[in-house]
């Protein structure tokens, strides 16, 4: 895979944004419909985040309600980082529209190693024509996995190479090359799970002290064990952001918010010449009990600033 993975960029560009932009993944089961005799067919599981995280090891774990990023400017940005636009490039598959919910999954923001899960809305023509385009387009010339009872793509984009694999009934996975065998544990989940409320993404990273540190993104003390958050669209293209962490004891915890306030104070200043300049207001954080919380109202020019920052600082 490239270097620059939509896991390691949106995990730097969201760590930057609030030092934890993270969440937990999950909701409830969607309703599946009845068929006509009045039996219920027994429902699939929409586990396909866990199986993703427990094939490529992922800590960190991000999903994205696409229907609810439409028509905002957080859901351009985010759906056109990294490996899904790269990978997919050459085919008409735009991931804002003919996308439903992704879910990306990592050892670690700073790693190419990832998982790309996706629900789609192409029908069978127009997986038969992405297909082809991905075939195409690759550089040197993709490769059809012959043998399997869906389509599968062999792409090669600038130094590395990755496996695009179309499941029924409406899924498309992207993993890396040595996975080839491991798609197949895809076949039996019922997709991904649903918002548990308004939020429109999510993310969760285990040992984010380690797993999310990278270039570009604050530190977080080791002392959080899991880190979570919820991003909420406001109207006019600004976001809420709700996050936390747990952290070891409530006196610990007071120190961590402490800690994190700086760290993010220090990622949002900016050396000039002798001067060093605040570029971004303090966001604020506070101790509950174990845990450290932190809340924040960013408007559409705040959030623009802070994914500009966040993307100048990957291009360093």
């Known amino acids: 895979m490239t270097r620059s993975t939509l896991a390691s960029r949106v995990g730097a560009t969201l760590a930057l944004a609030?030092?934890?932009?993270?969440?937990?993944?999950?909701?409830?089961?969607?309703?599946?419909?009845?068929?006509?005799?009045g039996a219920k067919p027994a429902e699939r599981a929409r586990d396909a985040h866990q199986i993703a995280s427990?094939?490529?090891?992922?800590?960190i774990g991000g999903l994205l309600h696409v229907e609810r990023l439409r028509g905002h400017p957080l859901g351009k940005r985010l759906l056109g980082l990294g490996e899904l636009r790269e990978?997919?490039?050459g085919s008409d598959l735009d991931p804002l529209v003919d996308l439903e919910r992704v879910y990306v999954t990592?050892?670690?923001?700073?790693?190419?190693?990832?998982?790309?899960?996706?629900?789609?809305?192409?029908?069978?023509?127009?997986?038969?024509?992405?297909?082809?385009?991905?075939?195409?387009?690759?550089?040197?010339?993709?490769?059809?996995?012959?043998?399997?009872?869906?389509?599968?793509?062999?792409?090669?984009?600038?130094?590395?190479s990755g496996l695009v694999a179309?499941?029924?009934?409406?899924?498309?996975v992207v993993v890396p090359e040595d996975l080839e065998a491991k798609i197949d544990d895809f076949a039996?989940?019922?997709?991904?799970p649903g918002p548990e409320g308004d939020e429109a993404a999510s993310i969760v990273a285990w040992q984010p002290s380690?797993?999310?540190?990278?270039h570009g993104a604050p530190p977080v003390p080791a002392s959080v064990a899991v880190a979570r958050a919820r991003v909420i669209l406001q109207s006019g293209g600004g976001a809420l952001l709700r996050a936390e962490g747990d952290s070891a004891s409530p006196e610990q915890a007071e120190l961590d918010a402490a800690a994190l306030q700086a760290s993010i104070d220090r990622a949002t200043t900016v050396q000039l010449g002798f001067v060093r300049m605040k570029v971004f207001r303090t966001i604020p954080f506070r101790s509950e009990e174990s845990r450290v919380l932190t809340e924040v109202d960013l408007s559409a020019s705040e959030l623009s600033q802070l994914l500009g920052l966040a993307e100048m600082a990957m291009r360093r």
Do not use: N, W
């Not at 427990?54 to 800590?59: A, M, P, Y």
């Open 18 to 37: 609030s030092s934890l932009f993270l969440a937990a993944c999950g909701g409830a089961p969607a309703e599946v419909a009845a068929p006509e005799g």
């Open 106 to 160: 990592g050892p670690s923001a700073s790693e190419r190693r990832a998982i790309v899960f996706a629900e789609h809305k192409l029908d069978d023509a127009r997986v038969d024509r992405a297909v082809e385009q991905l075939v195409e387009k690759s550089k040197p010339r993709g490769q059809l996995v012959l043998g399997r009872p869906y389509p599968v793509v062999r792409v090669q984009r600038g130094d590395g």
């Open 188 to 192: 039996s989940t019922g997709g991904l």
């Open 54 to 59: 427990e094939l490529v090891g992922g800590r």
């Open 210 to 214: 380690d797993s999310l540190r990278a």
């Open 166 to 172: 179309f499941l029924p009934p409406r899924f498309v």
């Open 87 to 89: 990978l997919l490039e």
